[in-house]
């Protein structure tokens, strides 16, 4: 039997044969995050590891996927719940300032702490809405839901051993060989021609709208690794004549602990692709639409400490309104700002409740009663050293570190009619479409935070609170 959790590693390590063999610059950046992660790692011994072993981060990668209706979205699901992979998160690209991505988007991902740790292989997954007025009148939607209605992105071969993978917790040997070659398959590159006008009427809205809409199939659109020094790498990478975008997205890098995320990416590579002709020649051209991008991860923060960083987000914007400045310039002021007011250490942002951490008894009482019953309060347990805290890594995504993303690879600006009024479609409509629970990832951090409450207070015999 092949579990879930094996499902899933094996998926993200054939998808990441398959990009590299379709995008070989992919594999640059692969091999210079080793060479980043090594290092750090021999810099830094056990602290390397502090958010993650190296098997995980050396393994760990990230994919972005694009569909395009409800019903798309739904087969998805199943195929990734067949590898332990539920959605979490809610992300609006659609609201994202002047840009023209009209999309809605979660990331499938495992939930669960052990297997977060076994393997935490996770694919942010966009749905076109193209019931947007923004973007689509009712006639291109119209034509939209007809060429996206014929379409068949999945075989149903696929989706029946995703569904008995769901069930029963895994598949044979042989069933798990076929599950994993027909998922890795259905999101290759296709030689399909692709329409030429079509592809060219909905580029002209939304270049995002065209990778999707524009074509019959759909395709991996990159593959992230982990990096343990993301500023190393973006130089190593820039060293190897490889274009970055200009900046790294997130937060800066600064004198304190990472929180969150930060992220980079190589520009989208022109890639041969063949075209249908209005008068039916067939030729091949190019699609600039795929890219590399390369993540280093911190610690997930609580509601308060995501406050706190959207509001040095939106200070930093107006600080440097109007203002031309290169990233270093702008990592310089963000730096400044945070380092006035975000604690620099973690033992405060335990205690100032800005970030998740899960608590673990040390098995001695330092400090001053080593032989009497321990402390009630957390605060009292970690300043006697009987309890001592380690991070949760941030396992999701940035809505504005995404825009980015999508942004600095479009190949057209694209047009949004911003008098209309959009679409609703909310967290609840992306539930509805996906046929099960959209996770919260606030309370996702927040139950593994108190189960490491629970065993604590057991293990010091607390009694429950
Ligand atoms: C997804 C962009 C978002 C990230 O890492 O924030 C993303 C896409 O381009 O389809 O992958
Ligand atoms: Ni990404």
């Not at 992105?153 to 598949?171: K, M, Q």
């Not at 400490?305 to 203002?323: I, P, S, V, W």
């Not at 949004?416 to 409509?429: L, Q, S």
């Amino acid at each position: 039997m092949v579990d879930s959790t094996a499902l899933r590693a094996a998926f993200a390590r054939r998808l990441s044969a398959m990009y590299g063999t379709e995008v070989p610059a992919y594999n640059t950046l692969v091999d210079v995050a080793q060479e980043v992660n090594r290092e750090v790692l021999e810099r830094m011994g056990a602290d390397a590891e502090r958010l993650g072993s190296i098997d995980r981060v050396t393994a760990e990668r990230h994919g972005a996927i694009r569909v395009g209706t409800p019903a798309e979205m739904a087969q998805v699901a199943r195929i990734f719940g067949a590898m332990g992979m539920y959605p979490v998160g809610y992300y609006d690209l659609r609201e994202a300032a002047s840009s023209s991505v009209p999309v809605v988007s979660t990331a499938f991902r495992p939930v669960d702490e052990a297997e977060l740790a076994a393997n935490p292989f996770r694919v942010f997954t966009s749905m076109l809405v193209a019931g947007d007025r923004r973007f689509f009148d009712e006639d291109l939607e119209r034509r939209l839901g007809e060429f996206l209605g014929a379409r068949r992105l999945f075989p149903p071969r696929l989706l029946e051993l995703a569904d008995r993978a769901e069930a029963e917790g895994g598949l044979d040997d042989q069933a798990a060989e076929e599950f994993l070659t027909l998922a890795t398959r259905a999101f290759e590159l296709s030689r399909e021609p692709v329409s030429r006008s079509w592809y060219t009427e909905l580029e002209r809205i939304s270049s995002v709208a065209a990778d999707i809409g524009g074509v019959p199939s759909t395709h991996v659109n990159h593959l992230t690794p982990r990096v343990l020094d993301i500023d190393a790498l973006y130089t190593r990478m820039s060293e190897r004549g490889i274009a970055m975008i200009d900046a790294i997205q997130g937060p800066p890098r600064w004198n304190g602990p990472d929180l969150l995320l930060r992220q980079t990416s190589f520009r989208a590579l022109a890639e041969p692709r063949v075209f249908r002709e209005d008068d039916g020649r067939v030729v091949e051209d190019d699609l600039r639409v795929r890219f590399g991008e390369v993540e280093a991860r911190g610690i997930a923060v609580t509601p308060a400490g995501r406050a706190l960083y959207d509001e040095l987000t939106a200070e930093l914007d107006a600080a440097l309104a109007g203002q031309r400045v290169t990233a270093e310039e702008r990592n310089t002021v963000a730096a400044g700002l945070w380092e006035g007011r975000v604690p620099s250490t973690e033992a405060e942002l335990v205690t100032g409740d800005l970030a998740y951490f899960t608590f673990h008894t040390t098995g001695h009482g330092t400090g001053t009663r080593p032989a009497s019953a321990p402390p009630a309060d957390l605060a009292a347990l970690l300043a006697e050293g009987r309890v001592t805290a380690r991070p949760i890594v941030y396992e999701d995504f940035l809505p504005r570190s995404a825009a980015g993303i999508f942004q600095s690879n479009l190949t057209s600006d694209g047009s949004k009619d911003v008098t209309r009024a959009g679409a609703e479609f909310g967290p609840e409509a992306l539930a509805g479409v996906l046929g099960r629970t959209l996770h919260d990832p606030y309370e996702l951090y927040a139950s593994i935070r108190a189960a490491s409450l629970a065993r604590v207070r057991d293990e010091l015999g607390l009694g429950r609170e």
